[in-house]
C-alpha cells in the first residue's frame, strides 16, 4: 500500500501539469487504487468557465475510463499557485460539492469509505477525512438498487 506521502507527492506532481491560464490556481489530485497504482488528474480551466474540471472529476473520469471504478481507497488533493518548481503555501484544498459527489460514485463502486487527504500547496496543512464525513447522506448507486 503506497503511503499518504506518496499520494500527495503524486498530487504535487499533477498540480505541475494543470490547466490554469484564468485562474493561476493549479490542484491535483491522485487516487490510490487497491493494488497500490495512483491514477492523477489536474484542474482543466476554460474560458467558458461552467465548463471548467476539476482534478478529482478528472481523476475519477480517468478511472472510469480505464474500468477501475471499484478500485478506489484514497485520494489526495494539493493546490496552490505556482512558485517556481513548487506550489505557494494556503489552506489544505478540499473537493468541492461536484467532487464530493464524484468521488462518491467510485467510492460506493469501490464498497468503501475512501480517506480523502487534503493539503495546502507547500505540504505544511494537512487535514485528513472520510468521504461519509465530507459528503453525508450521499446519493448514489447504491440508492439506484445498482449496489447492495
Known amino acids: 500500500m ?3 506521502a506518496a499520494l500527495f ?21 491522485a487516487l490510490l487504487l487497491r493494488d497500490g497504482r495512483i491514477v ?11 465548463l471548467t474540471l476539476c482534478a478529482e472529476t478528472v481523476a475519477v473520469g480517468k478511472l472510469a475510463n480505464d474500468g477501475l471504478m471499484g478500485e478506489l481507497v484514497a485520494v489526495a488533493i494539493v493546490g496552490g499557485r505556482p ?10 484544498v478540499h473537493p468541492c460539492g461536484r467532487c464530493r459527489q464524484m468521488l462518491n460514485e467510485a467510492a460506493e463502486r469501490s464498497r468503501t469509505d475512501i480517506a480523502v487527504h487534503c493539503a495546502s500547496g507547500d505540504g505544511v496543512k494537512i487535514a485528513s477525512y472520510r468521504l461519509s464525513e465530507l ?14
Do not use: C, M, W
Not at 40 to 50: H, K, P
Not at 139 to 145: A, C, R, S
Open 2 to 4: 503506497t503511503d499518504t
Open 9 to 29: 507527492a503524486a498530487a504535487r506532481d499533477a498540480a505541475r501539469r494543470a490547466y490554469a491560464p484564468y485562474s493561476g490556481f493549479h490542484v491535483g489530485a
Open 40 to 50: 492523477t488528474g489536474a484542474n482543466v480551466e476554460n474560458a467558458s468557465y461552467g
Open 83 to 92: 512558485q517556481g518548481a513548487a506550489l505557494a503555501g494556503s489552506d489544505p
Open 135 to 148: 459528503l453525508p447522506h450521499s446519493f448514489g448507486p447504491k440508492d439506484l438498487g445498482l449496489i447492495d
